[in-house]
Every structure is written in C-alpha cells, then in structure tokens.
C-alpha cells in the first residue's frame, strides 16, 4: 500500500488548492493513504500530518490560499533538518511527499531527493520564475489581478492627468509586469531583464503628453532597478516609489504610485489555473506511480514534461526574447 504526503510549501498563489485536490482525487482512486502535512517543510519538520479522506478536499477547488498552510524555508534548513524529516517520514510509512509550491520549495524538495527522500514537484506561484513549465499554476490568476487594477487605475489616471505607476511582485523575474501589463493596456512597463535609463522613460511619458496624451500607466516590477528607492517597512527598497521620484525631478509631471503587493497572491484561481492544477495533479500522482522522482512536473507546449529537480532549481525561467520584443509595440 502507498502513503503518499502532500503539503503546499514557499509563497501562497491561486491554485494550490485545486492542485491538492487533484492530487488527493487521483490517489483515492488508486487507493493509497494520503497525508496532508501543515504548514509546508516547517510543519513537516514538527511532525504535524493528519490522514486525508475525500471530505478533505471537498469543494475546496475555488479556494485561494492553501487550506494546508504553507511556509518558505531554504535548503540549508532541509540540510540541518534531514535526519528529523526522514524519521517524520519513516514513522509515518510515507513512500513519496507530492510539493506543491514556489522556486523555494524546488529547491528544497532537490536536497530532499538528493538523499534519497523521494519528492514530486508540482510548480505553483505567480512569479511564473521556475524552470520546466511554460506556465506556473497561480501566474493566470495573478495577472488577471494586476489587469483588473489597470482598467480601474486608468480612469483615475485620466481625470486627474497623472502617471500612475503601479508596482507588481518579480524580484528577479518580470513575467508579472509584462503579462499583467499588457493585458491592462500599460503605457510602458519596466521589466529587470531589460531596464532602461530614467531619461529614456521620461522622454517616452513627455512624449506622450505632448501628442495629447495627458495620463500614462507605468508597470514596474518590484525587481527593477532604480537609482534611488524609498525604503518598505521591511527595509526593502520599492521600485515604484524610487522611480516616481527619479521621474518627478525629470519631467514635471504628477505622480502616483500604487503597490499592489498580497492582493497578487489573492482570491479564486481563474479557469486556466484550475484546469492547469488539476493536470498536474493528476499528471505527479501518474508519475509517482511509475516509479518517478526527484522531478518537477510542468506543461510545455501544452504537454505535460518532466524536468529534473536539480535543473529546475539551477536553470532560469526567462521571457522570450521576441514576446519583449512584440510587447513593445504597445509602448
């Protein structure tokens, strides 16, 4: 009989519910014991896991969160750990823990299966930034926030005549910026992939306004680089802040900036994201079964494809060359 372990772990995003009740669906079906263990790694380290039956996963498909919990922890805490989660596992009699999360839980679930603690990875978060996967179940969701802020954001933006620079999450990566951007109809998006000067953004707003435009939309991603940042509660620079006052000095124009922060990771998984968490789901329990570990289980042209954790946590997720380039005729 297999015992299989799921738990959600690194940031929230839409989907991970609907991806847990794949999981758990496919794996009644095939009648092994499923456990569900709270609170990502740091639960499983604790010990806290609980047996699953199907009324644990009922009607929770549209939820938003993770109705496990979830936390972030590095590899260094599965190194100092390894010797307490293997024996969590062992006394339990769990034979493969399915990971449902970010960039963070990839690399965790690496070390784990690197000695021999068997894990399938499930990529959920809506930074889109893990390796292996076109689309990350959480993405759809989260951009359709971001162009769900735009529309509103423009009429205010047009009866007051304003930049609106609106701040979306990407530390490394602007899959967020440039989709949920184009989407809502950005009159320029700032990317870290691809930064330019403050010169070259000013002379586009001044632009802008002189063929009669008299508001813009500017998307930044939180992990574009600017000169000078105005500082969060963390202490964490905030690039929509340091760019509206490099662009205040610059152009003359008034400006406003909107972050929009947790309200990514929030609410209802769309239909994309569903029906993405649920073939995957389906597709790491179908795996597993065949003996299959230490992978990620993404979709890449519309096919489910396997990649090898150590690659997913090594190699970058990048924005095509050409989707920037045809972006850029909107802006």
Same mark, same amino acid.
């Not at 079906?29 to 896991?49: A, N, P, S």
């Not at 735009?150 to 205010?156: G, I, P, R, V, W």
């Not at 007051?160 to 109809?185: D, F, K, N, T």
């Not at 406003?256 to 994201?273: E, I, N």
């Given at each position: 009989?297999?015992?299989?372990?799921?738990?959600?772990?690194?940031?929230?995003?839409?989907?991970?519910?609907?991806?847990?009740?794949?999981?758990?669906?496919?794996?009644?079906?095939?009648?092994?014991?499923?456990?569900?263990?709270?609170?990502?790694?740091? @639960? $499983?380290?604790? %010990?806290?896991?609980? /047996?699953?039956?199907?009324?644990?996963?009922?009607? !929770?498909?549209? *939820?938003?969160?993770?109705?496990?919990?979830?936390?972030?922890?590095?590899?260094?805490?599965?190194?100092?750990?390894?010797?307490?989660?293997?024996?969590?596992?062992?006394?339990?009699?769990?034979?493969?823990?399915?990971?449902?999360?970010?960039?963070?839980?990839?690399?965790?679930?690496?070390?784990?299966?690197?000695?021999?603690?068997?894990?399938?990875?499930?990529?959920?978060?809506?930074?889109?930034?893990?390796?292996?996967?076109?689309?990350?179940?959480?993405?759809?969701?989260?951009?359709?926030?971001?162009?769900?802020?735009?529309?509103?954001?423009?009429?205010?933006?047009?009866?007051?005549?304003?930049?609106?620079?609106?701040?979306?999450?990407?530390?490394?990566?602007?899959?967020?910026?440039?989709?949920? @951007? $184009?989407?809502? %109809?950005?009159?320029? /998006?700032?990317?870290?992939?691809?930064?330019?000067? !403050?010169?070259? *953004?000013?002379?586009?707003?001044?632009?802008?306004?002189?063929?009669?435009?008299?508001?813009?939309?500017?998307?930044?991603?939180?992990?574009?680089?600017?000169?000078?940042?105005?500082?969060?509660?963390?202490?964490?620079?905030?690039?929509?802040?340091?760019?509206?006052?490099?662009?205040?000095?610059?152009?003359?124009?008034?400006?406003?900036?909107?972050?929009?922060?947790?309200?990514?990771?929030?609410?209802?998984?769309?239909?994309?994201?569903?029906?993405?968490?649920?073939?995957?789901?389906?597709?790491?329990?179908?795996?597993?079964?065949?003996?299959?570990?230490?992978?990620?289980?993404?979709?890449?042209?519309?096919?489910?494809?396997?990649?090898?954790?150590?690659?997913?946590?090594?190699?970058?997720?990048?924005?095509?060359?050409?989707?920037?380039?045809?972006?850029?005729?909107?802006?």
């Amino acid at each position: 009989m297999r015992r299989i372990a799921i738990m959600t772990a690194g940031a929230d995003a839409p989907g991970m519910n609907a991806a847990i009740r794949s999981v758990a669906r496919r794996s009644f079906e095939l009648g092994y014991d499923v456990l569900m263990v709270r609170d990502g790694f740091e @639960g $499983l380290v604790r %010990g806290d896991i609980e /047996i699953m039956n199907k009324k644990t996963v009922s009607g !929770i498909l549209p *939820l938003g969160g993770s109705i496990f919990g979830s936390s972030r922890v590095s590899p260094e805490f599965a190194v100092q750990n390894l010797a307490k989660i293997r024996g969590v596992l062992e006394s339990n009699s769990i034979t493969t823990s399915i990971i449902i999360g970010d960039r963070s839980a990839v690399a965790v679930a690496a070390v784990l299966d690197a000695n021999s603690i068997p894990c399938v990875v499930v990529p959920n978060t809506i930074d889109n930034d893990i390796f292996g996967t076109d689309f990350s179940i959480g993405f759809d969701s989260a951009i359709t926030t971001i162009s769900d802020a735009l529309d509103k954001l423009h009429s205010t933006a047009s009866a007051h005549h304003r930049v609106m620079i609106v701040e979306v999450m990407g530390r490394q990566s602007g899959w967020l910026a440039l989709y949920g @951007g $184009l989407a809502g %109809g950005a009159d320029f /998006i700032a990317i870290p992939e691809q930064p330019v000067s !403050i010169e070259t *953004l000013a002379t586009h707003l001044k632009q802008r306004k002189e063929e009669g435009k008299d508001f813009s939309i500017v998307v930044v991603a939180e992990g574009y680089p600017v000169a000078t940042h105005e500082p969060t509660i963390a202490g964490r620079p905030v690039a929509g802040y340091g760019l509206a006052e490099a662009l205040a000095s610059t152009t003359n124009l008034s400006m406003r900036v909107t972050v929009l922060g947790y309200l990514q990771r929030g609410g209802s998984p769309t239909v994309f994201d569903r029906l993405l968490a649920t073939r995957l789901g389906l597709a790491a329990v179908n795996a597993m079964r065949e003996g299959k570990s230490g992978i990620l289980v993404g979709e890449i042209g519309q096919r489910v494809a396997f990649t090898d954790l150590r690659e997913a946590t090594t190699q970058p997720h990048v924005i095509p060359a050409d989707i920037v380039l045809e972006a850029k005729t909107f802006y």
